[in-house]
């Protein structure tokens, strides 16, 4: 055992809780250390030595002191918190009925936000499509394939698509197979 | 049946109950034990005095706080510990600030240093200033050990849950805490005997 795992082992070698084997590298490393042998001898003393310190009391003005404040506290009644937690609206724990009014005003609020609104906006992509192009420069003109005007999509070419309201229909979104 | 023969537990449980009387006995139980722990880790009596009346004052104000679970004496050393750190906390800040504002004690164990012959055996007042003042030297966490263990004398399991850590780390702690609580010593040339 080194000086090291000689301190480590201090409190214990004290109190007894030292292995056999440990216990007896502990006393061979005690004989042939002074330096460990000194810090365990005073180690040692100075836990017998501190329960008996002086034992402080208290002033003999503690008891009344303490039951000034206890009256001052009792005097000032319930505080605005403990009030509240006091209350029961309707019956119900304070707590869990602020929780349950709060979840309710929430999911009212998102249903009313949702409800209100009035779908998705109408989006003219025609008129977008051509702004762009108005606007970014030829040479900056991004490689896109546009399909001839001539050409049909597989939108235009339903069945169920009158000609007459394709211009109309072309302003939408369209899905394909859509009916 | 007498006093002693109540257990904290069945006390506090009176007290929770609205028996203000239990609540006097605990007091009169604890007071001073209380002010031995708080007094050693603060190193101002006036000080842990006020402090003592705090812990019993949460006693009171929280005592539905209680819980079966635990020891009495062990919560309410929690309480006190916490109150404590804390004071001790505010009382670091406020010397930074300022060296004027040293406490009594303080002055007082500036003047006595200078008095102390090393090699005049320490009589048990000496001992007692020496380990007060080498005390305030050691980290909170080995003092509030150190204290715990060695002057109140409480048992491992308590002050693992009073300082909220495990046994093993409650055990190295004192054993670090009395080593350097030796070295300290030493090196003040002050040897406990």
Redesign the interface.
């Known amino acids: 055992m080194n000086c090291y795992d000689f ?6 070698y004290i109190e007894g809780e030292l292995k056999q084997a440990v216990r007896r590298d502990f006393s061979t490393h005690k004989e042939i250390c002074s330096n460990c042998a000194e ?1 365990l001898e ?2 040692a ?3 017998q ?11 003999r003005r ?2 009344h ?2 039951h000034e ?2 009256r001052e ?1 009792d005097n000032q009644g319930p505080s605005i918190w403990q009030w509240l937690l006091q209350l029961r609206p309707l019956g119900f724990d304070p707590v869990p009925a602020v929780g349950f009014a709060m979840a309710m005003v929430m999911i009212i609020g998102a249903s009313f936000l949702l409800l209100n609104q009035d779908g998705l906006p109408d989006i003219d992509f025609e008129k977008l499509s051509t702004q762009s192009q108005k606007e970014v420069p030829q040479h900056c003109k991004p490689s896109v394939i546009t399909p001839e005007p001539t050409l049909t999509t597989m939108a235009d070419s339903d069945s169920s698509v009158k000609p007459e309201n394709t211009r109309h229909i072309d302003n939408r979104i369209k899905l394909v197979g859509g009916k | 049946m007498s006093d002693f023969q109540i257990s904290d537990e069945i006390l506090i449980k009176k007290f929770q109950e609205g028996d203000v009387g239990a609540y006097n006995q605990l007091v009169n139980r604890f007071k001073d034990r209380l002010l031995n722990f708080i007094y050693r880790f603060v190193n101002d009596l006036d000080l842990a005095e006020d402090l003592v009346q705090d812990t019993l004052l949460k006693l009171y104000t929280h005592k539905d706080s209680y819980q079966e679970i635990a020891k009495f004496s062990t919560w309410l050393y929690t309480i006190a510990a916490n109150l404590a750190r804390t004071e001790l906390r505010k009382k670091k800040r406020r010397k930074t600030f300022s060296v004027t504002e040293l406490s009594r004690d303080d002055r007082e164990f500036i003047i006595a240093s200078s008095d102390v012959d090393p090699s005049e055996d320490l009589s048990s007042q000496n001992f007692e200033k020496s380990v007060q003042r080498a005390l305030a030297e050691l980290p909170d966490d080995f003092k509030t050990i150190i204290i715990l263990r060695d002057i109140q004398e409480l048992s491992y399991d308590e002050i693992s849950k009073i300082v909220e850590v495990p046994m093993g780390t409650v055990k190295s702690r004192i054993n670090r805490g009395r080593v350097k609580l030796q070295q300290l010593l030493k090196k003040k040339g002050e040897r406990p005997y």
């Open positions: 301190e480590l082992n201090i409190s214990a810090k005073d180690i003393h100075i836990i030595q501190l329960p008996e310190l002086t034992q402080k009391t208290t002033s503690f008891i002191n303490l404040k206890i506290i």
